[in-house]
């Protein structure tokens, strides 16, 4: 399985290559623009890059489907503060598979610096006195103790997304 992903973060590019390790794939990593702000504010705005980046990435090249993945941050009806949120989309060039990634709560002393307009990275980074966390174990591994990583936490996204072209449920009737 040939796969373009829209990004050159290699967590990214982790998450793809060990989530979908049964089909063999070999991956390009390809630097595309997501067509959102750089911190996406809304479950939309999330899809909506993550489908942007897919669909380029395709473009740009010799691949049988396009993934892209994108982080967000919402506040969601029913649950109290600012949750990190992600999305991931995967295309062939006419269909469009989109799943949705774990959702966790940010400390509120981080959505306070969000909602003055900072980006989650450089923010978590402040807070655990790291150096670009959002490539290796993200929010998802730092406020978890480990008990996930961003890598596994987008690769359930990817998975899910995945579903429609990976199986025939979805087009037939039930
Ligand atoms: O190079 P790209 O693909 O853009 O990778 P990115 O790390 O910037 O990822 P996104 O654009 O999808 O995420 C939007 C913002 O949210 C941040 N972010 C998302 N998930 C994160 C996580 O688990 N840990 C730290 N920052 C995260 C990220 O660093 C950006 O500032
Ligand atoms: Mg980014």
Same mark, same amino acid.
């Given at each position: ?19 979908? $390790?049964?089909?063999? %794939?070999?991956?390009?990593? /390809? ?15 999330? /899809?909506?890059?993550?489908?942007? *980046? $897919? ?19 919402? *506040? ?11 999305? !991931? ?23 306070? *610096?969000?909602?003055?307009? !900072? ?14 966390? !959002? ?6 591994? !730092? ?6 990583? *961003? ?12 579903? %429609?072209? /990976? ?8």
């Amino acid at each position: 399985m040939k796969l373009a992903v829209g990004s050159t973060n290699p967590v990214k590019v982790d998450a793809v290559e060990r989530t979908l $390790a049964r089909y063999e %794939p070999t991956v390009t990593a /390809v630097n595309v623009d997501s067509g959102v702000s750089e911190q996406p504010w809304s479950i939309e705005e999330t /899809v909506t890059g993550a489908e942007n *980046r $897919a669909r380029r990435a395709l473009a740009a090249a010799d691949a049988d489907y396009g993934v892209g993945l994108e982080g967000g941050v919402a *506040r969601l009806d029913g649950t109290p503060g600012l949750s990190l949120i992600m999305w !991931a989309a995967v295309t062939d060039g006419e269909r469009v598979g989109r799943g949705g990634g774990p959702t966790l709560r940010l400390p509120d002393g981080v959505a306070a *610096r969000l909602d003055d307009g !900072a980006e989650l990275g450089p923010v978590m980074d402040d807070l655990l006195g790291t150096e670009n966390v !959002a490539e290796s174990d993200g929010a998802a591994g !730092a406020l978890t103790d480990g008990l996930t990583d *961003r890598a596994d936490a987008l690769g359930e996204a990817v998975a899910c997304a995945f579903g %429609p072209f /990976v199986t025939p449920y979805y087009d037939v009737d039930a």
